[in-house]
């Protein structure tokens, strides 16, 4: 079982960049890695994942161009650049990983992953 370990949150004001980073406790080489974020009163919603032995990409309409998915597999670490941070980007943003290859849930329902971490808040004011 992998244990996922967040960090780098914090407030910024909009225009600024962040970078969050997710530790994980063992290799996720194979795994199915996201981001997602929840702010309050909303439900968790997808914001990017990659395929790590592929290492394909997919990103939420709302941050295109502007957020970057990465991970270090020597590290064991995933990242995700923000850049161009908006107000609307504010909330707690969590990591996850699956190990499974194939599942039945699109890539950015939460049902996908099986291993979350503790979250880190980010806030950006205008």
């Known amino acids: 079982q992998v244990q996922l370990v967040e960090s780098g949150g914090g407030s910024v004001q909009a225009g600024g960049s962040l970078r969050l980073s997710c530790s994980a406790s063992?290799?996720?080489?194979?795994?199915?890695m996201g981001w997602f974020r929840q702010a309050p009163g909303k439900e968790r919603e997808g914001v990017a994942r990659i395929l790590v032995g592929s290492g394909s990409t997919r990103y939420a309409d709302s941050v295109k161009g502007r957020f970057t998915i990465s991970q270090d597999n020597a590290k064991n670490t995933l990242y995700l650049q923000m850049n161009s941070l908006k107000p609307e980007d504010t909330g707690m943003y969590y990591c996850?990983?699956?190990?499974?290859?194939?599942?039945?849930?699109?890539?950015?329902?939460?049902?996908?992953?099986?291993?979350w971490g503790q979250g880190t808040q980010v806030t950006v004011s205008s």
């Open positions: 063992g290799s996720t080489n194979r795994y199915i």
């Open positions: 996850a990983g699956d190990p499974a290859s194939y599942s039945a849930y699109d890539s950015f329902s939460p049902r996908r992953y099986n291993y």
